[in-house]
């Protein structure tokens, strides 16, 4: 496998849900330092890198925004030992049960404890009320169990501790990697890759590699990001809906084929164009996915801060997604990565005229 | 601190018609800060303090409105049709009394209404002031108006329609009263519209552009009988929120909170609340972003004619609204 | 009522050219040619922002003048391609609010060169009287190009295919929200009442989520806006007879001041200054019920420190169908009250409390 491998490993292993995702932007952190010219962390947590450029203009700037929040649960309540939780982000309750996860205890005396194991339990169907017998249980009535005694919780747990998936990442065949959060890690994986081949490459504009929080609940880090960093472009890379059993629609998309370029009202045309022909030029395939009004990432937000922001967005196609076990390939990942750096390097003193709408 | 929620809660503001709780809360503060104003969206903003070297520009909202109902169409008998304004929950209202802004008063009336919880039944009810047709109705499409109910003071507890988020906004008078010193430039925030979107929030934090936002509001508990399960109880102290259906705290706010709160002996539960959000989310999110947190004072019958707080709960919840403002913050 | 007087020969044939136009949320590009075509005499300059907001500027005379920006927006509710499947039959989303029910049986045009379609429906003989009572869904829906079409591919976007007519005192065509609002602003332009600054936006997106505005409110900083949209006129009878108290408006009532929608309270200020104005030059006026829907104005309003703000609609029949319906007289009689508003607005406005 590809060296950025261990890398999306370490990131996938990493628990960093929306709103506490120190963990993960310390790994990033650590990975980007060498490849950009500053790092900062902005006030709500996202983690801005920043490449300069040649051009002596008065500097036109890009902006490229992956998420690094994942989706999660959060302790709500502990009885008896036995801990409720809700979800962060949007959880399909039916892939809970006998799921393993970590709580992330932050009580009195958990100070040197590492995560606590815990399984999600489905209660037995007499514990539940009677029309949930045999069917779907809502999140409400699920409970974690740590294996641990009640006295034992109550000193380590408190209500708002995080709860993350357990799964570790799978190498599968065909040079393909299980793992939860590849939405969005696959693609800080992949801006990671364009930072990389970047080293070797001259270009004019600066480069604002953005790590945002908080694209689950609300697009937090987009806006705010994008509203101090006030680029000239914005492109955001996230993923999409792979074809695989269950998900065979006209909005699915094969895995191993490239990234989806959108296409839509969030997605300036002729910046979507220039994405278009410059895939076309260095044979990288791709898809071209429609979508209406809401292009489900990061893009919604950078489109509209302040006076309004010529957006791109790129999708990987992923299986799975909202699950622990969410599958990506690498060459989609590396396909990403190496046009977002093509694109950058192409990029001159006169292309925000050339993108002008009549 | 019973009085001043009472003089708040009995006062008729919903979202965008807020003159009458703006000029009341004006009148209490302006003794007491250094600067006041109001900005284009009705936003009363009360500046207290210098900020100093290691200091913060902080901003603590409160909203102003509550929720109402505007008439939207009056019959050839003289019954009043309406719409909500905020989040009207439509089974607290049939029977309820109401009053108008221009003070006429009225009770909400219905059709036979076979199934409660379909969405069209707000077209099924009316309020009726009285009026015999059309020519003869004190009220005209467009007139606001929101619950009537007195404030009812039952010792330990304190009930009342408007305690969201009047008993927030008590809260902030009482805290700017008696401010002593702090380190921070504070502006005081009552807001308009929040329960019709944040939007007084999000344009007032716009023009202050703070390091730090704090909401006061309401929350509910779990104490009431087969009620959804959530660890907060009312008299068990102010509930610093951790989530909410719209936003996540900053987690080095919810610290800091929680270690002002120890270091100051003073009560409180940890909230996650499913749905519902504050004034904080719209904080959080303005311009480059501001790490955001809530002070949640816990309240019974939310979004009913009758909600109910603990006075116990208030007190502490200035307390340590007090004690924040006081702390360096070292977040 | 008062006395108005017609619409010209000319700004018939404007309305009449903007009903036709195509313009889909985020591909704008038809009405703002036309809207260019019509203007540019009329103005030094424009810019066009990256969203494809149509943003032109025309300073006032005298002192201490008011910034205010006026908004209409160009797009229409329509369909996007999503899926070529050969011979002609392309599956497509759609854009914007639509009822679904609308949609069997009706003819579009596709693609910036307008290709007529149809989105036909299985024949009744070959349905159930059970699947009769079902409303088709989207994902059974199809347009038809006819086979060998070749040109249209997904991303292009299709609008119904129906024609602009007046009828008599009436208007009937398609996207009359908000194309209506778009006429108004082009004769403002036109005309403008010289005692204030005038910021136009022709927005984009409103229909997807009133995105246009926003940016264009942020860019503009105005310190007043007014938006000028379409409002349905649900004046119909009601099934059972009884008095409806859900018409939201009434047809040829005059322009419809909005108190409060779905997105936004208009500022009281400027709904009494609306009213006033209505009142002293006899404009015939209603009041929209208030509640339910949107216009730019919700996104215009929380913008920056906020923006005083308020919508005030031409009423319109059947919105978001193949052809809505709208009466002359509110058209002439919204822009009358429109620019004797904007011509009383006092410099000092926004020193009166917000009550």
């Not at chain 2, 929620?5 to 709780?21: D, Q």
């Not at chain 3, 829906?141 to 609008?159: Q, Y």
């Not at chain 3, 019920?289 to 059947?318: E, N």
Request: proline share 5%.
């Amino acid at each position: 496998m590809n060296d950025i491998f261990p890398f999306l490993k370490n990131l996938t292993s990493a628990s960093g849900l929306s709103g506490y995702e120190t963990h993960v932007a310390e790994i990033i952190k650590e990975k980007w330092f060498p490849l950009v010219d500053e790092i900062q962390v902005s006030q709500v947590g996202s983690l801005h890198g920043v490449k300069r450029g040649k051009s002596d203009k008065p500097q036109l700037s890009i902006l490229i925004a992956t998420h690094m929040d994942a989706i999660g649960l959060m302790v709500t309540n502990i009885d008896d030992g036995f801990l409720s939780f809700t979800s962060i982000g949007g959880v399909d309750p039916r892939v809970l049960p006998g799921q393993p996860v970590y709580v992330h205890a932050s009580g009195k005396k958990s100070k040197d404890h590492k995560p606590l194991p815990g399984r999600v339990v489905q209660p037995s169907n007499f514990l539940l009320p009677p029309e949930m017998t045999s069917a779907v249980v809502p999140i409400e009535r699920l409970i974690i169990d740590t294996g641990l005694t009640s006295k034992q919780v109550i000193e380590l747990v408190q209500v708002g501790d995080l709860v993350s998936f357990a799964q570790e990442p799978l190498a599968l065949s065909g040079e393909t990697i299980a793992a939860h959060s590849l939405d969005n890690r696959a693609a800080v994986a992949a801006l990671t890759i364009c930072l990389e081949e970047l080293q070797t490459m001259i270009h004019r504009w600066d480069v604002w590699a953005v790590a945002t929080v908080q694209e689950e609940i609300g697009l937090v880090g987009a806006y705010t990001s994008t509203f101090q960093i006030r680029p000239s472009l914005a492109i955001v890379v996230d993923t999409t809906w792979a074809k695989g059993p269950g998900s065979d629609d006209w909005n699915t998309f094969p895995m191993g084929q490239g990234p989806t370029f959108l296409f839509g009202p969030n997605i300036h045309p002729k910046l979507h164009g220039t994405f278009k022909d410059l895939a076309e030029k260095l044979e990288i395939p791709f898809k071209i996915e429609i979508t209406g009004r809401h292009s489900g990432t990061d893009a919604f937000a950078t489109q509209v801060v302040a006076e309004g922001i010529p957006t791109m967005a790129i999708c990987i196609p992923i299986r799975y997604m909202h699950t622990p076990v969410e599958v990506a390939t690498i060459k989609d990942i590396q396909r990403t990565g190496r046009l977002l750096a093509q694109f950058i390097s192409q990029l001159d003193d006169d292309y925000m005229k050339s993108i002008e709408l009549e | 601190m019973k009085e001043l929620i009472r003089t708040l809660t009995e006062t008729f503001s919903p979202s965008g018609y807020e003159h009458a709780i703006r000029s009341t809360i004006r009148g209490m503060i302006e003794p007491f800060a250094d600067e006041i104003k109001e900005d284009a969206m009705g936003n009363l903003i009360a500046r207290k303090g210098e900020r100093t070297k290691n200091g913060k520009r902080v901003m603590l909202a409160g909203h102003m409105d509550e929720i109402g109902l505007m008439a939207s169409h009056i019959d050839e008998k003289g019954f009043i049709r309406f719409t909500g304004i905020g989040g009207i929950n439509l089974q607290t209202l049939f029977g309820g009394r109401v009053k108008f802004i221009n003070g006429v008063q009225g009770m909400i009336g219905g059709e036979p209404i076979t199934d409660i919880s379909h969405s069209l039944v707000i077209n099924q009810l009316f309020i009726d002031v009285g009026a015999d047709n059309e020519k003869d109705c004190p009220i005209k499409v467009g007139d606001v108006a929101a619950f009537e109910r007195p404030f009812v003071d039952l010792g330990k507890r304190v009930m009342a329609k408007a305690m969201d988020d009047r008993v927030g906004c008590a809260v902030m008078v009482e805290a700017l009263k008696r401010f002593k010193k702090s380190p921070h430039e504070i502006f005081f925030v009552f807001t308009t519209q929040e329960e019709v979107g944040l939007r007084g929030a999000g344009t007032s934090a716009f023009g202050i552009d703070p390091e730090i936002g704090i909401s006061l509001d309401v929350t509910r508990t779990g104490d009431t009988p087969k009620a959804k399960k959530m660890a907060v109880t009312l008299g068990d102290g102010p509930a610093i929120k951790i989530k909410d259906g719209g936003m996540l705290a900053d987690i080095r706010i919810v610290n800091w909170m929680i270690r002002v709160a120890e270091k100051n002996k003073i009560p409180f539960q940890r909230e996650i609340l499913e749905g519902g959000t504050t004034d904080a989310k719209a904080i959080q999110v303005s311009r480059s972003g501001v790490p955001a947190g809530c002070i949640s004072i816990p309240c019974r019958y939310v979004h009913s004619p009758s909600e109910m707080v603990d006075i116990d709960d208030v007190e502490n919840s200035t307390r340590l609204l007090s004690s924040l403002m006081e702390d360096p913050i070292e977040l | 009522m008062a006395q108005t007087t017609s619409l010209s020969k000319k700004q018939i044939q404007i309305i009449e050219r903007l009903s036709n136009a195509m313009a889909i949320s985020g591909d704008e590009g038809e009405v703002r040619k036309i809207i260019l075509d019509e203007t540019s005499p009329y103005t030094s300059s424009h810019k066009i922002d990256s969203l494809g907001n149509l943003l032109i500027e025309i300073k006032g005379k005298g002192r201490n003048r008011v910034k205010v920006m006026l908004a209409a927006h160009m797009d229409e509710v329509g369909f996007m391609i999503s899926t070529d499947e050969g011979d002609g039959i392309y599956r497509f989303e759609t854009s914007g609010g639509i009822d679904l029910r609308q949609l069997p049986g009706k003819a579009v045009m596709v693609g910036k060169d307008h290709f007529p379609g149809v989105i036909g429906a299985r024949p009744i003989h070959l349905t159930s009287a059970k699947e009769r009572k079902e409303t088709i869904p989207l994902s059974s829906l199809r347009i038809d190009l006819g086979p060998g079409m070749k040109s249209i591919k997904p991303g292009d976007g299709a609008t119904f295919g129906t024609r602009f007519q007046q009828i008599g005192q009436s208007m009937m065509g398609k996207a009359l929200d908000d194309r209506l609002g778009v006429g108004i602003l082009i004769d403002l332009i036109k005309d403008p009442p010289p005692n204030i600054d005038l910021q136009f936006a022709f927005t984009v997106q409103e229909e997807t989520g009133l995105r246009g505005a926003r940016v264009a409110a942020f860019s503009f900083d105005p310190d007043l806006a007014f938006v000028i949209d379409s409002t349905p006129a649900n004046d119909l009878p009601t099934w059972d007879g009884e008095e409806n108290h859900n018409y939201n408006c009434r047809l040829g009532e005059g322009p419809a001041i909005y108190r409060a929608d779905g997105a936004s309270f208009s500022d009281p200020r400027l709904v009494r200054l609306t009213e006033e104005t209505a009142i002293k030059e006899k404009i015939p006026y209603q009041f929209r019920q208030p509640g339910g829907g949107g216009t730019d104005a919700g996104s215009i309003h929380t913008q920056r420190s906020g923006i005083p703000s308020i919508s005030i609609s031409i009423p319109g029949r059947y919105a978001h169908t193949a052809a809505g319906l709208a009466r002359i007289s509110d058209y002439l009689n919204t822009l009358k009250l429109l620019k004797a508003t904007l011509k009383s607005i006092p410099a000092n406005i926004l020193e009166q409390e917000r009550k």
